[in-house]
């Protein structure tokens, strides 16, 4: 693979929150003619190929080292591999695809609130029926984690095919574990969460395949792609402010979480510093007292670019390159 190959969802509401975010970031997605649709293109990055995959195929691609990045659930990139060492680097969650992967157990259990309590209906539900208690889930890997982890063996999984949530009312299972968002589905068939049975607290996420040939080319495209994302995501979270200042480079290190964008030659004038908007008004206060005269203004940008990018040189201490 000489360009960098980028999978994304195919379909669905995540599809659609992936396309949105990159034309934010200036990068519209296209999706190319013939291949029924299965690619895409990004029209001012030539050297990175689309390819338009369901969100489980991504993770189990990522895994394989049949693309080089993918954006896809953490939970379906967990349940393909629990452990990520040397399979798969998670370089940055994207801030939307919210899910969390969670146990749950009928309404009527009044007396099951916790997984210890679990454990103890698991085993009087062994002892009763001479069978283990069913759990329904399509998260087979990180159900037998967690449930080893808090110390639970007397159970079966089955795996389901169908809307988990529906199995211990049709009977196929007496518990789940699922994802949910809201709860409301789940309490729509009369399930609750117990209370230490969240698994994985899930979002989407950009991820690079560490079994995936990566070419110079390849790296230098995913570093292009990263700066960009992040560039757009530091402009939309930061404001600009200028103010004529002494001495400003002394100021501006009184300042949590800011930094200098551009000083005046002489270090005496105007300086452009780059700050979060959540500091703002704690900014402005201690810019008040210093400035020498005129207004202290705030300026909005698209872009926010860093000489040496936290993300980038993240990902690559991830791939070596």
Avoid at 9 to 35: H, I, T
Avoid at 129 to 154: C, N, P
Avoid at 225 to 242: G, V
Avoid at 275 to 282: E, G
Wanted: proline share 4%.
């Amino acid at each position: 693979m000489s360009a960098l190959m980028l999978a994304i969802p195919s379909k669905g509401r995540l599809q659609e929150q992936v396309n949105e975010y990159f034309a934010d970031a200036g990068l519209p997605l296209a999706k190319s003619a013939g291949a029924r649709g299965y690619r895409a293109s990004i029209a001012s990055m030539p050297d990175v190929d689309v390819m338009l995959l369901s969100a489980s195929e991504i993770a189990g691609a990522l895994l394989e080292g049949d693309v080089h990045l993918g954006i896809t659930g953490e939970d379906l990139i967990r349940e393909s591999t629990p452990s990520l060492d040397g399979k798969v680097a998670l370089v940055k969650p994207l801030g939307f695809g919210f899910a969390d992967v969670v146990v749950a157990v009928p309404l009527a259990w009044i007396d099951v609130s916790t997984m210890a309590d679990l454990d103890d209906v698991c085993a009087a539900f062994y002892q009763r029926h001479r069978r283990r208690l069913r759990i329904a889930t399509k998260y087979v890997s990180l159900t037998r984690a967690f449930f080893a982890h808090a110390g639970i063996w007397d159970y079966r999984i089955v795996e389901s095919v169908g809307a988990t949530e529906g199995a211990p009312a049709a009977g196929a299972a007496e518990a789940i574990v699922d994802i949910t968002t809201t709860g409301t589905t789940l309490a729509a068939n009369n399930l609750k969460v117990v209370s230490d049975g969240t698994i994985l607290k899930s979002q989407a996420q950009l991820a690079a395949s560490l079994g995936a040939k990566w070419s110079a080319g390849a790296a230098s495209a995913a570093k292009g792609l990263l700066a960009r994302l992040a560039a757009r995501e530091r402009a939309k979270n930061s404001l600009i402010l200028r103010s004529h200042l002494s001495n400003g480079a002394e100021v501006v290190k009184t300042l949590p979480g800011v930094s200098l964008l551009s000083t005046p030659p002489n270090g005496d004038g105007e300086f452009a510093i780059v700050c979060p908007k959540t500091n703002l008004m704690d900014a402005v206060a201690v810019l008040r007292k210093h400035a020498k005269s005129g207004a202290i203004t705030a300026h909005a940008t698209d872009y926010i670019f860093e000489a040496n990018d936290p993300l980038v040189a993240a990902f690559e201490k991830a791939i070596r390159r």
